[in-house]
């Protein structure tokens, strides 16, 4: 019997995600917290004109403030999203002293916290959202300040 169980078991860890056996929850789902409000864009909009994308979605990839390279944060990889606070780390455009931007991007580091909701009734958001990040590529990260605008618009 008990090598029938280990059988079991092992069947059934080994099946792959989406195989159409439900297995029970061992704990509740968090509900979706997203970043910020959406500045009143959408996905469709973020593919048509990325001005404003990230505000509104959950741990988004990519984050834009207005629209040019150094308003926007790409290839965001986030640790603990959903917690009180969370890190992401992405790369940053920033201007060049001399006109335009450096062509190489450099490694933000963002950190989103102040859990509520931006509008009564909307979903739960991280509402404060700081980044570091050198002033220069190859440069000495900064202190932490403020990104853009205020996430929840």
């Known amino acids: 019997m008990r090598s029938r ?6 069947l ?24 910020g409000s959406p500045h009143g864009t959408g996905d469709f ?9 990230g505000w509104g979605t959950a741990a988004p990839r990519l984050l834009t403030d207005g629209g040019d390279p150094t308003d926007t ?9 959903g917690g009180s606070v969370a890190i992401g780390y992405g790369l940053h455009w920033l201007p060049h002293p001399g006109g335009g931007i450096y062509q190489t991007p450099v490694r933000i580091e963002l950190r989103v916290s102040n859990l509520g909701r931006c509008v009564p009734g909307g979903p739960l ?12 590529p ?3 990260v900064g202190t932490w300040g403020l990104f853009g605008s205020s996430p929840c618009g």
């Open 73 to 81: 944060i790409a290839s965001i990889r986030w640790k603990s999203w």
């Open 45 to 53: 909009v973020c593919r048509v004109h990325p001005r404003f994308c």
């Open 5 to 10: 169980i280990g059988f079991l078991v092992l």
């Open 138 to 140: 190859g440069g000495k």
């Open 12 to 35: 059934v860890a080994s099946l792959p995600a989406g195989s159409g056996i439900a297995m029970p929850s061992t704990s509740a789902e968090s509900p979706k917290i997203v970043l």
């Open 125 to 136: 958001a991280y509402r404060h959202l700081v980044a570091r990040q050198p002033d220069r």
